[in-house]
Every structure is written in structure tokens, then in C-alpha cells.
């Protein structure tokens, strides 16, 4: 019987670089429950035409002027050590992890791939970057993150790359071990008032990687190593409005003055978003007859998105 490629036979594994570009070592590599990679690397090839020694109407050739290598990364959100590296470093004091903005980002390495029989294809992202990163949860689900991922290049690889079992921010945890974040742990604070009836929230950051190829670069045509740019931060949460409330804070135009916060929690695991100088950018509901309830989304721009995490993981992630 032939044996095909399966999506659900399939491996993925992560580690901290060293040095931007190198796979670090063996006890660097970790795991999360990732449900879906989608490559995004790619060529740009143009055409080459000159008068040819025949009359031809085709393309006398190509050639390639730049590869770019990346990916997206969409799983569910056990521990927070692999986001973290959009925002920059982990500080780390007796249970709790507070994530600290850079003004660079770390950059890791990605093992991933197929099992067909004894006939793997692993693919090694080398020097990646978190562009873009969103994180949310919709009613009745797990908390979920989606991270755009530029790296400087790819090999395929002879093997897999394992976690390393000795560390708590490596190792592989079971769904049972560590739960992921889900819905029904879910606290929404806007301007110091909570919201119960909420169907749904997401946060995501912006870090404007500047990846392009550059003069001196030692790769050729290849980007050079990606440069944060402006750094943006937002957030949005559906629910059921019952009362003016939102609607009053969007046409003051204001600051919100009180505690604006999203925070999931499960079991002792809290993981916290705080909103820094946030206002509500709209708060208009559409009149739709035919529906129920009426759900209002409000989109809220924020300066910065603070992160802290406790849980049972003793060590700086």
C-alpha cells in the first residue's frame, strides 16, 4: 500500500537562537500544541527577454530575484513562552512572568513536517522573527494564537528536532498536564467595569518587520536580518451591550481612566492583557431586525499591551 502524507501525522518543534540565523542546540528546542503551520516562503521570479536568435513569441528565460521564507503558526495557548517572543523578554520572580517590550525581538528556529512510513519531509526555518502575532477566544472555545513568522532561510532537514524534556518551558505538555486557556475563563474589564456577555475578544501586536534584501548582506538574495519598525498594539471585544455605557466613552473621546484588561485564567494559571492608554475607537451597533440580541463590537487603540502570566513553569521563558 502507498502511503500518503497525513495532516495529523506531523511534528513541530521550536527553539531560542543563540546567534540570529543558527539552529541553537539540542536543549534549546521546546513544544507547543500547534494546530496548523502554513508555509509562506516563496520566490520572486521575473522574465528575462533579449532578441532571440529565432522568432518566438515565449519568454526567453527567467530569473530568480529574491526568496523570502516565513510562515503562519496557529495553535491553542497552553503557556504564553512562545508569543512571548513577539513582545521581547521574560522577567521572571516566584511565579509570575512579566513580559517586557525590546526594542528588538528575539529570533528562534522552527522544525517542522510530515511522516510518510520511513520517509519523512521536515522543513527547518533558521533566524525567525514574530511580525504580526493575534490571540483570541471565541465563546465555547480555547484561547488561540496566530503568529506571521519572517525567517532569513529554510533547509530541509535529516531530522527532527526533539524538546528537551529537563526544562519546564520546553517540554512537551499533554492537553491533561496543562490545560489550555479556554472561554469560560475569560474576565473583561473595560474602564474598571466588567463585562459578562462577551462573545468574543482578540488582541494582537504589529512589530513592522523591515525585511528586505540589503547591500553587504552575506546572504545574497535573501533578506537581511528583519528590523522592528513601529511597534502597534490592539484590541477588540463582541458582546451585548445593555446599556450606554460604551457608547458614552466613544463620544467623550477619551482615555480610559479606569482598568482596561482581558485576562484568562484556568485552573492557578492567570495570563493577564493589560491595555495602556487605550480609548474605544467605535461603538456603534448595526440595526439588524431580523437577529436577537443585539452585539456591539468595540475595537479599542491602545499604546501598549502589558502581559503577565503566573503559573507553575519556575523558569524564565
Known sequence: MVEYYIGKRSRFAYGKEATYGTAPAADAWGY?????VTPTSKSSIGAINILDATVTRNVS???????????????????????????????YSTGTHSIQESNDIPSFSMNFGH????DPHIIELL????????ISCDKNDFVKFSAEIIAKTETESPSWRAH?????????????????????????????????????????????????????????????????????????VTLKMRTTALYDLWQAGEVLAGETSISFAMNSRVLKFTLT????????????????????????????????????IAESY
Not at 511522516?115 to 520511513?118: A, D, E, F, H, L
Open 164 to 236: 528537551y524534556a529537563s526544562s519546564d518551558v520546553t517540554k512537551a505538555y499533554t492537553i491533561s498536564d496543562m490545560e489550555p486557556y479556554h472561554y469560560s475563563g475569560t474576565t473583561v474589564t473595560i474602564d474598571g467595569e466588567t463585562y459578562c456577555d462577551v462573545e468574543s475578544v482578540s488582541l494582537n501586536i504589529n512589530n513592522n518587520l523591515f525585511a528586505e534584501p540589503t547591500l553587504c548582506a552575506t546572504n545574497g538574495k535573501r533578506i537581511a536580518q528583519p528590523v522592528p519598525q513601529l511597534r502597534e498594539y490592539g484590541a477588540e
Open 61 to 91: 528565460g527567467h530569473y530568480e530575484h529574491l526568496r523570502t521564507y516565513g510562515a503562519t503558526v496557529e495553535g491553542v495557548l497552553q503557556h504564553f513562552a512562545f508569543c512571548s517572543m513577539a513582545w521581547g523578554t521574560d522577567s
Open 32 to 36: 507547543i500544541p500547534v494546530q496548523m
Open 277 to 312: 492608554d487605550a480609548m474605544i475607537e467605535s461603538a456603534i451597533s448595526p440595526l439588524k431586525i431580523t437577529e436577537g440580541l443585539v452585539l456591539v463590537t468595540i475595537p479599542l487603540k491602545t499604546v501598549q499591551i502589558l502581559v503577565t502570566e503566573e503559573n507553575s
Open 127 to 134: 533566524g525567525g522573527k514574530i511580525n504580526t502575532m493575534k
Open 115 to 118: 511522516m510518510s512510513g520511513t
